[in-house]
């Protein structure tokens, strides 16, 4: 079947500590994409119902599952039910989300119907109170989310967030930067800014906290910083240099990679016990530790058969089992949420690429098609993979469905950004 191709590029003003340029691209197949209509009408001193519908437009076009059709020119006010239905049908539609923003009681509200078109029936109807400065952006996401999961029966993520590294050179100095945005790219904030590099940052299993590396101290050291307070700590009884930090599922552990004798090994570091214990000790370099979503195993990178290649290991005892083979590289694996895939940089002779790894059918599926793709990562409900790519010789950030079909790029004017990380 011939693949129909659509690109949206969508320029505008991203507001952070300072403002860069946005630019957001969606390639994807229109086939089997459900088609709907969003209508948002009203009027109020403090919102724009346009701006709850583009943004909404977005989030599901950007999904990959819906067809988003123009409504401007489809009356959407017929009082006879059957007649409205019909109207909607003949306009190409399956579902049509009618909204309106209202004044009731000297307080504002959008109301937002959801229809089946084609059952001639309401799917739900829900209504959210609308305060002075409530976020246009965080309340059209929720709406979105609401869409999604209705419809598909999977869980929305577009109101979850992400984290990632950008450089830019400032004064001419190169500034690393450690961002948190929503996750089209919006709302960014850079929550911890440094003349010496920063990399490797992760969420805590209750997205309140982030760790990552930095070698203000002039060699790598993992920081834990809290997102409410800005508040930032140093892993603690690491003596060495520390780095690739990863969160157990029940935040009780943290899993690094550290020097013995000069070898790259895996520990675990106790928060209770303010303790350490040595995972790993092999001849090979041991790395970029992965839990499972039980909490016993974990996932990590491992040279040790001559290639880098991804392991998996119990945390209590046994051995290492290789659980990778195809191509010549595989590293920097990321877990699924239902523990069931690992998303990893895989490389077969044709450059580093995205690949996804059934852990159960242990079938590997490429999904992105550059040459210097990495740091992949899983969004909560496992439909999207984010990832660093190049473009022209500068870092932009990639969603891509874990099927390959849809890929949208996220590119800030100015920075190179890496190493992206999807909140839980």
Do not use: C
Not at 46 to 51: D, E, F, H, I, V
Not at 122 to 134: A, D, H, Q, T, V
Request: aromatic share 10%; proline share 3%; no cysteine.
């Amino acid at each position: 079947m011939k693949k129909i191709i659509f690109i949206i590029v969508i320029n505008l003003i991203l507001y952070s500590n300072a403002q860069s340029e946005l630019t957001i691209k969606i390639d994807r197949a229109k086939i089997g994409a459900l088609p709907i209509m969003i209508s948002v009408n009203g009027s109020s001193k403090n919102y724009l119902p346009n701006k709850f519908r583009a943004i909404i437009e977005n989030d599901l076009y950007g999904s990959g599952y819906f067809n988003v059709l123009d409504s401007a020119n489809v009356k959407n006010n017929i009082a006879n039910k059957n007649t409205q239905y019909a109207l909607w049908a003949l306009a190409g539609t399956n579902y049509f989300l009618k909204a309106n923003i209202l004044l009731e009681n000297q307080k504002e509200y959008i109301k937002f119907d959801l229809h089946n078109v084609i059952k001639k029936s309401m799917l739900f109807s829900y209504k959210i109170s609308l305060k002075k400065n409530s976020d246009i952006r965080k309340i059209s996401h929720k709406i979105s989310n609401v869409i999604f999961e209705k419809i598909t029966g999977i869980e929305g993520v577009f109101d979850t967030k992400i984290a990632y590294i950008s450089s830019d050179i400032t004064k001419g100095r190169k500034i690393y930067k450690l961002h948190v945005s929503d996750i089209d790219g919006y709302n960014s904030v850079a929550i911890y800014k440094s003349s010496k590099q920063l990399m490797s940052p992760t969420w805590s299993p209750n997205n309140d906290k982030i760790a990552y590396v930095s070698f203000e101290n002039h060699r790598p050291e993992i920081f834990i910083q809290t997102l409410a307070t800005g508040d930032r700590v140093k892993l603690p009884n690491i003596t060495k240099s520390s780095s690739a930090p990863a969160w157990s599922p029940d935040e009780k552990y943290m899993a690094y990679t550290t020097s013995v004798n000069g070898n790259l090994e895996i520990f675990v570091y106790d928060f209770f016990k303010k303790s350490n214990k040595r995972i790993t000790n092999s001849i090979g370099i041991d790395t970029e530790v992965e839990w499972h979503p039980d909490g016993k195993t974990i996932f990590f990178t491992s040279d040790r058969n001559g290639k880098p290649h991804i392991y998996k290991k119990s945390i209590n005892k046994g051995k290492a089992k290789r659980i990778t083979f195809d191509g010549s590289y595989n590293a920097d694996a990321n877990v699924s949420s239902d523990g069931q895939y690992l998303s990893l940089v895989h490389n077969a002779g044709n450059g580093h690429k995205i690949a996804v790894y059934s852990l159960k059918d242990k079938y590997l599926k490429v999904v992105s098609n550059g040459k210097l793709d990495e740091a992949p990562s899983f969004a909560p409900n496992n439909k999207m993979i984010l990832f660093a790519s190049k473009k022209l010789h500068k870092g932009i950030l990639v969603a891509t469905s874990n099927d390959g079909r849809i890929r949208k790029e996220i590119e800030l004017s100015g920075e190179n950004v890496r190493e992206p990380i999807w909140s839980h």
